[in-house]
């Protein structure tokens, strides 16, 4: 198993209308243009292994919610955090983040 990453993040303004899916989505498009080594499903159908811990209401905006990433290789949380913030639209705010 990878290096798992925990995220606390904030989502609003015109970002509450992302749904759930669409946002372990943007998440796996941000890590790929970021160019950060993460673990995939092994599964037919291979998608980057991303966990939210709630699923957030269409239209509701969030102000602590918690993400977790499994990488492939072990990156420290500042440049995870400065990478993945380059890659993600208005209104998604990387907060905080700590190692497990």
Known sequence: MGYVL?????KN??????SHLDL???????????????EVSKGFSKHPMISIKRALKL?????NEEAKFILSKE???EEFKQRMQE???????????TKF
């Open 87 to 97: 890659q993600l639209p208005e209104g998604i705010l990387l907060k905080c983040q």
């Open 59 to 63: 239209g509701l905006e969030s102000e």
């Open 75 to 77: 990156m420290s949380a």
């Open 6 to 10: 925990s995220v606390i993040f904030t």
């Open 13 to 18: 303004g015109s970002s509450r209308y992302i």
């Open 24 to 38: 372990l989505r943007l998440f796996g498009r941000a890590l790929r243009r970021a160019g950060i080594p993460f």
